[in-house]
């Protein structure tokens, strides 16, 4: 408790600092949240979601893993998702990847760290996927990027085939899946042109993403 004193000082000052441009920012936001937006992204300690996109408390909703990964059994993820959709009714849902990503990284190189090695097969699954678009990619650097952007599009499709998304669709709830990369070396967004709102256009998009992919460099 006394080694975490400043943080817990940060934690004043930081209120502190909200309440004396907007007296009441927190007694208004304990009694509803209404974000429009959902951010699912990595748990990476560089990649904070809400500082990213300048957005204030009650603004993101936020779920994080080890390398943005969507499952289709992850209770934890989609219960966020189903929230998020179904009750605080958010416009878009953000997959953000990012560069230099130590989950894909040990995906890639098949490290064996613990139990985090099973959560990391789903990511080789993505690899394995694109192993002959990838065996192009001479470079490991370039090779490691264009697994992390594959990932957030592989991550963003499996978003839209959840029951949520699908179910909300078929309602005529408007929504948007949107997937993103983040440069932890330049702290920029890169959009990565996929953009679904709805289930006609998911699989045109998804292929025209990847097109979009193999055209950078
Ligand atoms: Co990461």
Redesign the pocket.
């Known amino acids: 408790m006394r080694a975490l004193k400043n943080l817990l000082e940060n934690n004043k000052a930081w209120a502190d600092g909200i309440k004396s441009v907007e007296p009441d920012f927190f007694e208004k936001l304990s009694h509803q949240q209404s974000p429009e937006y959902l951010w699912i992204g ?1 748990s ?1 300690s560089r990649v904070p979601a809400n500082q990213i996109v300048g957005l204030l408390p009650g603004e993101l909703f936020v779920h994080r893993n ?2 943005n990964m969507v499952v289709h059994t992850d209770l934890n993820c989609l219960s966020v998702i189903q929230y998020a959709v179904d009750v605080l009714k958010v416009k878009h849902i953000i997959v953000c990847g ?1 560069y230099s ?4 990284d040990a995906a890639f190189k098949n490290l064996k760290l613990g139990l985090i090695d099973n959560w990391l097969r789903h990511t080789q699954d993505v690899i394995e996927k694109y192993s002959s678009l990838l065996s192009k990619i001479i470079d490991e650097h370039a090779k490691l990027n264009r697994i992390c952007e594959l990932n957030v599009i592989e991550q963003a499709v499996n978003v839209c085939k959840t029951t949520i998304v699908q179910q909300a669709w078929e309602r005529g709830q408007e929504l948007s899946v949107h997937g993103w990369i983040y440069g932890l070396h330049n702290g920029l967004l890169k959009d990565l042109n996929i953009c679904i709102t709805n289930n006609s256009e998911l699989a045109s998009i998804y292929q025209s993403s990847l097109t979009y992919l193999s055209e950078q460099n």
């Open positions: 990595c990476d080890v390398a990012h990503c130590g989950g894909v």
